[in-house]
């Protein structure tokens, strides 16, 4: 059982490199066709650094196991509050002290409420997945009236590339996305039967910190060079963009059910870290190292419960 692990690493990679290839491709495209800075960061910047798990979401869908993709989006969210804030934190501190978040935070605890009222109808179909993105509409829209969304520096942007560069990021990513998800998901698949997991486990560990190591790479340079509003604010929107786009866009092309633990631990785990943040965004207090290890720590007791 050596192979499956190593194809799932390098699905993991190659859908990590893949959605960089398409984020910069189709960034310079739509600017080239003169699509203002403010709408690409809103559609194509988002969508296309979450592009990962929207084919991770789609690919389990093809391979008969949904439930890995919905324990993806929760574990992912879990594992970007304790991992991917916990990690960073330990090694150099985030000084939250003067960020200001907590219109972002509201709006992300707003759609980790409706995404649990909606799990609690059983699954995510096509009218629920309507509903998240119906609610992803009005989050950018309020991020744009408040002018939330950085246009300055979008990111992949680069006004010298050429057109066969553009070509190739597209054709790169294109190509790459659906491949490194078929490899990722179909391998852990694998995995999960031969240690005698179920599709949802699998997707809440291994296949949620995978799928969160873009954003932990992010905020953990975001500490190194004291950016803790770039590290918080990487979390949050990453979040929003879970629960709202991948699941919203992932339930119109097949129905995504919630096993049944998650009503009993998962959801509220998920909302729970979520809520840890509140004495960082609106107390004005520093995600030191001791909170660093406090948060690894339940993030650590949080995998021993799940795979026991």
Do not use: C
């Amino acid at each position: 059982m050596i192979l499956p692990w190593v194809l799932v690493i390098l699905g993991l990679g190659i859908l990590l490199f893949a959605g960089d290839f398409l984020v910069k491709g189709a960034v310079n495209l739509a600017t080239r066709a003169g699509i203002s800075p403010l709408l690409v960061s809103l559609t194509i910047v988002a969508f296309g650094t979450s592009a990962p798990e929207l084919l991770i979401v789609l690919s389990a869908l093809y391979e008969g196991a949904p439930t890995l993709a919905v324990g993806n989006v929760v574990g992912s969210n879990t594992a970007n509050v304790l991992l991917v804030l916990g990690v960073p934190a330990i090694l150099a501190g985030l000084d939250t002290r003067s960020v200001d978040t907590r219109r972002s935070f509201l709006l992300m605890i707003g759609a980790s409420v409706l995404f649990i009222a909606l799990a609690f109808t059983g699954a995510f179909s096509w009218w629920q997945g309507l509903v998240l993105l119906a609610a992803l509409t009005l989050m950018l829209i309020d991020q744009a009236r408040n002018g939330s969304v950085d246009t300055d520096d979008v990111e992949g942007l680069d006004e010298k590339i050429s057109r066969g560069k553009i070509a190739l990021f597209l054709g790169l990513g294109i190509i790459g996305l659906p491949l490194g998800a078929e490899l990722l998901v179909h391998n852990s698949v694998l995995i999960a039967r031969d240690f005698g997991l179920s599709e949802a486990v699998i997707g809440l560990t291994l296949v949620a910190i995978g799928t969160s190591l873009p954003e932990l790479a992010t905020t953990v340079m975001a500490a190194y060079r004291r950016q803790a509003d770039v590290a918080l604010g990487n979390v949050i929107g990453s979040n929003m963009f879970n629960l709202l786009g991948i699941l919203g866009v992932g339930a119109l092309f097949g129905t995504l059910p919630v096993p049944h633990p998650f009503f009993s631990l998962d959801l509220w785990v998920m909302l729970g870290s979520s809520l840890i943040l509140i004495p960082f965004v609106f107390m004005n207090m520093a995600i030191t190292r001791g909170w660093g290890v406090a948060l690894i720590l339940a993030y650590g007791v949080y995998l021993f419960v799940l795979l026991t």
